[in-house]
């Protein structure tokens, strides 16, 4: 069955530094990926799509890569600000037609201390 | 335009009573999908809906839950004699997908579910 994989592990850095999440699946040739923010006792907020003839997207101090080979999706946040701090998902779409039925990864969840 | 709408907020059902979830897309947006997190889990995808119509609930239990998306008001999310393992956070997402064409989802702020 699909499956997706994000660094289970907090990842903790500096602001002004830049984070960079994983996000690795397998058993699946996905037509595109997207990028959600949850914060905490919140519902998830899209951040970005990407498809899958698109090597990378970009949006103000985001950027996604999508490597179909390698299967695996890289999220940066570069100059990174306390405000930052939430936990990410990646997601793909498993249904047929692209249906929009979406699988997630657990998360990664970011920490930027001043 | 407002976002996506759940109620309620919070629900606390006794082991076999029912519980019913609300969901209000977005303006225009006639697509709508439930997914569950339970504590220390991802989100899990549960049923895909369109107006009047099921398209997916492959990811629903198949006994005791149960979808609509009526013609006119919220789509309903319901789960009949509630046990404690049905605890979570119920997420409702709309999107504006028309045809083959791909579109983000909006969630909504979700309804957590405690059965005692």
């Known amino acids: 069955s699909q499956k997706i994989e994000q660094n289970s592990e907090a990842l903790n850095i500096q602001e002004g530094k830049t984070a960079t999440l994983t996000c690795n699946y397998t058993n699946y040739s996905p037509a595109y990926l997207q990028w959600y923010r949850q914060d905490p006792g919140r519902g998830p907020v899209f951040l970005l799509l990407?498809?899958?003839?698109?090597k990378e997207k970009r949006k103000e101090r985001l950027k996604v890569t999508f490597d179909t080979t390698l299967k695996q999706s890289l999220f940066h946040i570069t100059a990174s600000q306390p405000a930052d701090s939430a936990t990410y998902l990646c997601a793909l779409d498993i249904g047929s037609s692209n249906t929009g039925k979406l699988i997630f990864g657990q998360g990664t969840t970011l920490q930027v201390k001043p | 335009n407002a976002g996506v709408m759940q109620n309620p907020r919070h629900l606390v059902r006794r082991r076999g009573q029912e519980a019913r979830l609300r969901c209000s897309p977005m303006k225009g947006h006639s697509h709508v999908y439930w997914y569950r997190q339970l504590p220390e889990e991802g989100l899990k995808f549960m049923v895909y809906?369109?107006?009047?119509?099921?398209?997916?609930e492959s990811g629903m239990p198949k006994e005791r839950f149960s979808a609509e998306f009526p013609k006119e008001g919220p789509s309903i999310l319901r789960i009949q004699q509630v046990v404690r393992g049905d605890s979570a956070a119920y997420f409702c997402a709309s999107s504006p997908r028309q045809g083959a064409t791909v579109y983000e989802q909006y969630f909504g702020p979700g309804t957590r579910l405690t059965v005692t």
């Open positions: 990407i498809r899958e003839n698109e």
């Open positions: 809906l369109q107006k009047e119509n099921i398209i997916d």
